[in-house]
């Protein structure tokens, strides 16, 4: 079975400090992990995928298979980066795959 | 982006009756959708996948006979919650793959209150 962890449901931060919201996974094979943001009163939208080793909104997130990780970071929080965020888990390929989310982290960065 | 589109937004009913809500892919087509649901501070739970011309895949848990969907068409499915009880309410979210994008897009969001 897999399985998403956000150990974290909140997490507050002041303007410009470093942000880093944690993700564990359980899952027999390769998976792959995103990070999905909803801002308030929006709709749920793809943040960032392992796969793409890219960088969105000051955002990066490693995949550490070692550790089951997909930690989301950022060095620099700013207020528009308050909302909240969830991490998740395919376990096949292709963007038709249904995903494991995880609870959610809101994170709130304050002045 | 895509855009998903839900309707309606919200819905309030009365136990014993149906409802029915819509998910449109509003610029692409997708032969697969899915439907969650999302419960007050918790996560989205997958509730099934519906697959265009065929039956709905459902996930362990979730009452076939409860939650029919329905992929009528390449940009529309439904998901008709029968019998509606106040444990029905919730938030249901469908998302749909634009595969040439490569991403997966999710509606706004139907929020479901039974009295």
């Known amino acids: 079975a897999q399985r998403v962890t956000q150990p974290e449901k909140l997490l507050s931060v002041f303007k410009g400090a470093p942000v880093e919201l944690k993700c564990n996974y359980s899952y027999s094979g390769s998976p792959e992990l995103f990070w999905y943001v909803q801002y308030s009163r929006q709709r749920l939208q793809l943040l960032l995928r392992h796969i793409s080793r890219e960088s969105i909104k000051g955002f990066t997130a490693d995949l550490n298979k070692g550790e089951t990780s997909f930690h989301l970071k950022k060095p620099f929080a700013q207020e528009e980066d308050s909302a909240m965020y969830y991490c998740?888990?395919?376990?096949?390929?292709?963007?038709?795959?249904?995903?494991?989310f995880g609870t959610g982290t809101r994170l709130q960065v304050t002045l | 982006g895509a855009v998903v589109s839900q309707h309606p937004s919200w819905v309030i009913c009365k136990s014993g009756t149906s409802v029915k809500i819509e998910c449109r892919s509003l610029d692409f087509q997708a032969t697969t959708m899915f439907w969650y649901r999302q419960f007050p501070k918790q996560s989205l739970m997958l509730m099934a996948t519906s697959n265009e011309g065929s039956k709905a895949t459902y996930e362990q848990g979730v009452e076939k006979d409860k939650f029919l969907i329905n992929h009528a068409s390449l940009t529309l499915s439904t998901l008709t919650v029968t019998s509606a009880h106040p444990e029905d309410s919730s938030f249901y979210i469908c998302?749909?793959?634009?595969?040439?994008?490569?991403?997966?897009?999710f509606g706004e969001g139907s929020r479901l209150t039974v009295l």
């Open positions: 998740a888990l395919s376990g096949s390929t292709g963007t038709a795959s249904k995903l494991t």
């Open positions: 998302s749909a793959p634009d595969t040439f994008a490569g991403e997966l897009f």
